[in-house]
């Protein structure tokens, strides 16, 4: 087996788990449960509490710098309740944190 299947088998199983779809009776939070009750107030600060959770430690600053680029935002950028990155984008979102080089070495 190839290394592209390899990686394309982990990125589908990383965005299936982040999704919701997992094997009958086996359950994986849903993206919204890796987040605080009280919703983080910027980009910057979704990707750090979204961090905090699978890898329990934060990711070093240039991951971070890049989870933030891919949301098209500054780090700064207000979340407001209905914001799509707290809404259907979460997910993407999680996935690449589990995708990231830091979920990789733990």
């Given at each position: 087996?190839?290394?592209?299947?390899?990686?394309?088998?982990?990125?589908?199983?990383?965005?299936?788990?982040?999704s919701g779809w997992?094997?009958p009776?086996?359950r994986?939070?849903?993206?919204?449960?890796?987040?605080?009750?009280?919703?983080?107030?910027?980009v910057?600060?979704?990707?750090d509490a979204?961090?905090?959770?699978p890898?329990d430690?934060?990711?070093?600053?240039?991951?971070?710098?890049?989870?933030v680029?891919?949301?098209?935002?500054?780090?700064?950028?207000?979340?407001?309740?209905?914001?799509?990155?707290?809404?259907?984008?979460?997910?993407?979102?999680?996935r690449?944190?589990?995708?990231?080089?830091?979920?990789?070495?733990?």
């Open positions: 087996m190839g290394v592209g299947v390899v990686g394309a088998r982990r990125v589908g199983h990383h965005l299936e788990r982040s997992w094997l009776g086996l994986f939070a849903a993206a919204r449960e890796l987040l605080p009750v009280a919703p983080p107030g910027t910057g600060a979704l990707v979204l961090a905090l959770q890898l430690t934060p990711v070093p600053p240039p991951e971070r710098a890049a989870l680029a891919s949301t098209g935002n500054s780090e700064l950028a207000p979340l407001r309740s209905g914001d799509e990155w707290l809404g259907w984008r979460l997910t993407s979102l999680v690449l944190v589990l995708d990231s080089p830091s979920a990789a070495a733990r």
